[in-house]
Protein backbone atom coordinates (compact mmCIF):
# COMPACT_ATOMS: atom_id res chain seq x y z
CA UNK A 1 0.00 0.00 0.00
CA UNK A 2 1.84 3.52 -1.02
CA UNK A 3 2.23 5.67 1.66
CA UNK A 4 0.37 8.92 2.32
CA UNK A 5 1.65 11.87 0.70
CA UNK A 6 2.74 14.28 3.54
CA UNK A 7 0.86 17.42 2.20
CA UNK A 8 -2.41 15.09 3.40
CA UNK A 9 -1.31 14.52 6.77
CA UNK A 10 -0.96 17.80 7.69
CA UNK A 11 -5.08 18.92 7.66
CA UNK A 12 -5.14 15.52 9.76
CA UNK A 13 -2.52 16.51 12.23
CA UNK A 14 -3.61 20.33 12.47
CA UNK A 15 -7.46 18.67 13.62
CA UNK A 16 -5.60 16.76 16.09
CA UNK A 17 -3.39 19.12 17.59
CA UNK A 18 -6.81 21.64 17.48
CA UNK A 19 -8.74 18.59 19.47
CA UNK A 20 -6.28 18.40 22.31
CA UNK A 21 -6.19 22.30 22.61
CA UNK A 22 -9.77 21.49 23.47
CA UNK A 23 -9.42 18.94 25.26
CA UNK A 24 -6.74 20.59 27.32
CA UNK A 25 -8.83 23.49 27.49
CA UNK A 26 -12.07 21.74 28.93
CA UNK A 27 -10.35 19.85 31.63
CA UNK A 28 -8.72 23.47 32.94
CA UNK A 29 -12.10 24.85 32.87
CA UNK A 30 -13.36 22.33 35.23
CA UNK A 31 -10.59 22.76 37.52
CA UNK A 32 -11.07 26.43 37.45
CA UNK A 33 -15.03 26.17 37.49
CA UNK A 34 -14.64 24.15 41.02
CA UNK A 35 -12.38 26.91 42.54
CA UNK A 36 -14.83 29.39 41.79
CA UNK A 37 -17.45 27.48 42.99
CA UNK A 38 -15.47 26.91 45.97
CA UNK A 39 -14.70 30.26 46.70
CA UNK A 40 -11.29 30.11 46.16
CA UNK A 41 -10.60 33.38 44.44
CA UNK A 42 -10.08 35.80 47.08
CA UNK A 43 -12.47 38.97 46.12
CA UNK A 44 -13.56 37.20 42.85
CA UNK A 45 -10.72 37.98 41.11
CA UNK A 46 -8.68 34.93 39.37
CA UNK A 47 -5.30 35.15 38.64
CA UNK A 48 -3.83 36.66 35.56
CA UNK A 49 -3.23 34.54 32.58
CA UNK A 50 0.39 33.75 32.78
CA UNK A 51 -0.14 32.50 36.71
CA UNK A 52 -3.33 30.08 35.64
CA UNK A 53 -0.90 28.85 32.58
CA UNK A 54 2.39 28.17 35.18
CA UNK A 55 0.12 27.14 37.95
CA UNK A 56 -1.33 24.46 35.25
CA UNK A 57 1.33 24.24 33.20
CA UNK A 58 -0.72 24.78 30.25
CA UNK A 59 0.05 27.12 27.19
CA UNK A 60 -1.52 30.87 27.15
CA UNK A 61 -3.86 29.85 24.01
CA UNK A 62 -4.94 27.13 26.58
CA UNK A 63 -6.04 29.44 29.42
CA UNK A 64 -7.63 31.68 27.03
CA UNK A 65 -9.67 29.06 25.70
CA UNK A 66 -11.12 27.99 28.82
CA UNK A 67 -11.94 30.98 30.43
CA UNK A 68 -13.58 31.62 27.28
CA UNK A 69 -15.87 28.68 27.98
CA UNK A 70 -16.27 30.18 31.73
CA UNK A 71 -17.64 33.37 30.45
CA UNK A 72 -20.16 31.11 27.85
CA UNK A 73 -21.50 29.82 30.89
CA UNK A 74 -21.48 33.38 32.61
CA UNK A 75 -19.81 32.56 35.65
CA UNK A 76 -16.42 35.22 35.03
CA UNK A 77 -16.07 38.34 32.86
CA UNK A 78 -13.38 40.01 31.22
CA UNK A 79 -13.06 43.72 32.85
CA UNK A 80 -10.42 45.84 31.44
CA UNK A 81 -7.92 47.21 33.85
CA UNK A 82 -9.02 44.62 36.63
CA UNK A 83 -8.91 40.74 34.53
CA UNK A 84 -11.03 37.48 35.29
CA UNK A 85 -13.35 38.46 37.88
CA UNK A 86 -16.32 36.09 39.26
CA UNK A 87 -19.86 37.70 37.90
CA UNK A 88 -22.10 35.18 38.82
CA UNK A 89 -22.52 32.71 42.13
CA UNK A 90 -23.91 29.73 41.83
CA UNK A 91 -25.38 28.37 45.15
CA UNK A 92 -24.79 24.97 46.68
CA UNK A 93 -27.61 22.23 47.00
CA UNK A 94 -26.80 19.56 48.75
CA UNK A 95 -28.27 16.08 48.36
CA UNK A 96 -27.87 14.70 51.43
CA UNK A 97 -30.53 15.59 53.42
CA UNK A 98 -34.17 16.14 52.48
CA UNK A 99 -34.58 19.86 53.05
CA UNK A 100 -36.80 22.46 51.36
CA UNK A 101 -35.25 24.89 49.27
CA UNK A 102 -35.75 28.06 51.67
CA UNK A 103 -33.83 25.44 54.44
CA UNK A 104 -30.85 24.38 51.95
CA UNK A 105 -30.24 28.37 51.06
CA UNK A 106 -31.22 29.58 54.45
CA UNK A 107 -27.20 31.03 54.59
CA UNK A 108 -27.38 33.01 51.16
CA UNK A 109 -29.90 34.86 51.84
CA UNK A 110 -33.86 34.90 51.79
CA UNK A 111 -36.12 32.63 49.52
CA UNK A 112 -39.65 33.90 48.50
CA UNK A 113 -42.30 32.31 46.28
CA UNK A 114 -44.28 33.76 43.52
CA UNK A 115 -47.86 31.69 43.67
CA UNK A 116 -48.78 30.75 39.88
CA UNK A 117 -50.77 28.18 40.43
CA UNK A 118 -52.62 26.58 43.30
CA UNK A 119 -56.01 24.52 43.68
CA UNK A 120 -57.39 21.11 42.92
CA UNK A 121 -56.94 19.39 39.68
CA UNK A 122 -58.03 15.74 38.04
CA UNK A 123 -54.75 14.09 38.35
CA UNK A 124 -53.04 12.95 35.26
CA UNK A 125 -52.66 9.09 35.63
CA UNK A 126 -48.76 9.10 36.07
CA UNK A 127 -49.22 11.25 38.90
CA UNK A 128 -52.29 9.43 40.52
CA UNK A 129 -49.57 5.85 40.03
CA UNK A 130 -46.28 7.64 41.79
CA UNK A 131 -48.93 8.92 44.57
CA UNK A 132 -50.38 5.34 44.70
CA UNK A 133 -53.57 6.76 44.54
CA UNK A 134 -56.47 5.21 41.76
CA UNK A 135 -56.99 7.05 38.26
CA UNK A 136 -59.29 10.24 37.82
CA UNK A 137 -58.58 11.27 41.65
CA UNK A 138 -58.31 14.93 41.97
CA UNK A 139 -54.89 16.26 43.57
CA UNK A 140 -53.46 19.46 44.91
CA UNK A 141 -51.49 21.09 42.58
CA UNK A 142 -49.13 24.10 43.27
CA UNK A 143 -46.51 25.37 40.87
CA UNK A 144 -44.19 28.58 42.25
CA UNK A 145 -41.59 30.53 40.91
CA UNK A 146 -38.75 30.47 43.61
CA UNK A 147 -36.42 33.79 44.11
CA UNK A 148 -33.47 33.61 46.09
CA UNK A 149 -32.57 37.33 46.95
CA UNK A 150 -35.11 38.47 44.55
CA UNK A 151 -33.47 36.82 41.74
CA UNK A 152 -35.13 33.52 39.81
CA UNK A 153 -34.07 30.56 40.54
CA UNK A 154 -36.14 27.51 40.04
CA UNK A 155 -39.79 26.72 38.93
CA UNK A 156 -41.94 23.92 40.94
CA UNK A 157 -44.62 22.50 40.19
CA UNK A 158 -46.30 19.76 42.88
CA UNK A 159 -49.23 17.37 42.92
CA UNK A 160 -50.34 16.34 46.57
CA UNK A 161 -52.97 14.05 47.74
CA UNK A 162 -55.98 16.57 48.47
CA UNK A 163 -56.53 14.68 52.08
CA UNK A 164 -53.02 15.79 52.88
CA UNK A 165 -52.28 18.84 50.79
CA UNK A 166 -55.87 20.33 50.40
CA UNK A 167 -55.09 22.17 54.00
CA UNK A 168 -51.97 24.27 52.48
CA UNK A 169 -54.41 26.68 50.19
CA UNK A 170 -55.11 28.63 53.70
CA UNK A 171 -51.33 28.42 54.26
CA UNK A 172 -48.50 30.79 53.29
CA UNK A 173 -47.36 29.76 50.21
CA UNK A 174 -45.09 32.56 49.80
CA UNK A 175 -42.80 32.68 52.38
CA UNK A 176 -42.93 28.96 53.64
CA UNK A 177 -41.29 25.66 52.15
CA UNK A 178 -43.78 23.00 51.34
CA UNK A 179 -42.06 20.42 53.56
CA UNK A 180 -41.99 23.03 56.84
CA UNK A 181 -46.06 23.47 56.02
CA UNK A 182 -46.73 19.58 55.75
CA UNK A 183 -44.81 18.49 59.19
CA UNK A 184 -46.67 21.43 60.78
CA UNK A 185 -50.01 20.36 59.47
CA UNK A 186 -49.53 16.38 60.03
CA UNK A 187 -47.52 16.74 63.56
CA UNK A 188 -44.20 14.99 62.62
CA UNK A 189 -41.05 14.64 60.09
CA UNK A 190 -41.85 13.41 56.72
CA UNK A 191 -39.31 10.53 55.60
CA UNK A 192 -37.58 10.23 52.97
CA UNK A 193 -37.53 11.12 48.78
CA UNK A 194 -37.06 9.38 45.80
CA UNK A 195 -35.23 11.64 43.09
CA UNK A 196 -33.56 11.97 40.19
CA UNK A 197 -31.68 14.49 38.21
CA UNK A 198 -31.19 15.31 34.78
CA UNK A 199 -30.85 18.40 32.36
CA UNK A 200 -33.14 19.06 30.19
CA UNK A 201 -34.07 22.15 27.63
CA UNK A 202 -36.10 24.70 28.88
CA UNK A 203 -39.86 25.36 26.87
CA UNK A 204 -41.08 28.64 26.50
CA UNK A 205 -43.19 28.89 29.69
CA UNK A 206 -40.26 28.35 32.29
CA UNK A 207 -37.87 30.17 29.47
CA UNK A 208 -40.01 33.17 30.03
CA UNK A 209 -40.75 32.36 34.00
CA UNK A 210 -36.65 32.14 34.89
CA UNK A 211 -35.48 34.59 32.49
CA UNK A 212 -33.50 32.21 30.84
CA UNK A 213 -33.04 31.55 26.68
CA UNK A 214 -35.48 29.02 25.38
CA UNK A 215 -34.08 25.67 24.74
CA UNK A 216 -31.23 26.44 27.66
CA UNK A 217 -30.18 23.87 29.66
CA UNK A 218 -31.49 23.61 32.83
CA UNK A 219 -31.50 21.22 35.74
CA UNK A 220 -34.25 19.25 36.32
CA UNK A 221 -34.92 17.40 39.86
CA UNK A 222 -37.59 15.15 40.09
CA UNK A 223 -38.25 14.10 43.87
CA UNK A 224 -41.23 12.20 45.58
CA UNK A 225 -41.22 12.66 48.85
CA UNK A 226 -42.88 9.83 51.32
CA UNK A 227 -44.35 9.62 55.18
CA UNK A 228 -42.26 7.72 57.23
CA UNK A 229 -44.49 5.01 56.73
CA UNK A 230 -44.04 4.43 53.24
CA UNK A 231 -46.91 6.84 52.13
CA UNK A 232 -45.77 9.13 48.71
CA UNK A 233 -47.48 13.02 49.61
CA UNK A 234 -45.84 14.78 47.04
CA UNK A 235 -44.45 14.91 43.54
CA UNK A 236 -42.44 17.40 42.58
CA UNK A 237 -40.87 18.82 39.29
CA UNK A 238 -38.43 21.34 39.67
CA UNK A 239 -36.77 23.17 37.29
CA UNK A 240 -33.49 25.00 38.45
CA UNK A 241 -31.84 27.63 36.74
CA UNK A 242 -28.26 25.70 35.76
CA UNK A 243 -26.32 29.08 36.12
CA UNK A 244 -27.35 29.59 39.95
CA UNK A 245 -27.30 26.17 41.44
CA UNK A 246 -24.59 23.56 41.77
CA UNK A 247 -25.76 20.05 43.49
CA UNK A 248 -23.74 18.34 45.38
CA UNK A 249 -23.46 15.20 47.66
CA UNK A 250 -21.74 12.53 49.51
CA UNK A 251 -21.90 8.96 48.77
CA UNK A 252 -20.23 6.48 50.53
CA UNK A 253 -19.13 3.08 48.79
CA UNK A 254 -20.80 -0.55 49.60
CA UNK A 255 -19.50 -3.62 48.27
Known amino acids: MPAEPASASLPVAAARR ?4 ADRARQLADLLRHQILAGGFPGGV ?3 EHAIAADYRASRNTVRQALEMLRD ?41 EVRTVGPLRAPGPVAHRLGLPEHTDVLCIERLRRLNGLPLSLDLSYLPLDVGGELLGCDLENTDVFRLLESLTGGPLG ?18 LQVPRG ?12 PDGRPVDLEFIRFRGDRIAM ?8
Not at 83 to 90: A, D, H, L, Q, R
Not at 192 to 209: P, R
Not at 248 to 255: K, N, P
Open 18 to 21: RRLR
Open 192 to 209: HADVTLEAVNADAHSAAV
Open 248 to 255: SGVLHRSL
Open 216 to 227: AAVLMLERLTHM
Open 46 to 48: LPL
Open 73 to 113: EQLVDRQPGVGTVVVCEKYPHGLNRLQGLAETLNEHGRVTN
